[in-house]
């Protein structure tokens, strides 16, 4: 089953900043400044945490991984906005 994770992330390095960001981008949608939505199965959630802890430095970054719920039922409904009108992401594989 797959579910959905808000990642957000405060790094104090420009270099790791980057990296985190190139890892997340591979997982998930880019919603705003330091924060992703990831639609992930747990397997792929083991590999984000590995690749993400891999990145930063425990003693100055954090990166904060919330579980919103299934893909297919609450987690899809469970971000809403104020001001400009949120929409659902949706991802297609691209084929090359």
Do not use: N, W
């Amino acid at each position: 089953m797959r579910k959905v994770y808000v990642v957000t992330y405060d790094i104090s390095d420009d270099r790791r900043r980057d990296r985190v960001f190139r890892i997340l981008r591979g997982f998930g949608d880019h919603l705003q400044f330091s924060v992703f939505r990831c639609e992930l199965s747990e397997t792929e959630l083991v590999r984000l945490r590995g690749r993400l802890l891999e990145a930063i430095h425990s003693h100055e970054d954090q990166v904060l991984v919330a579980d919103l719920g299934p893909g297919r039922g609450r987690g899809r409904r469970a971000i809403t906005a104020l001001g400009r009108h949120y929409t659902h992401p949706e991802r297609h594989a691209l084929v090359f």
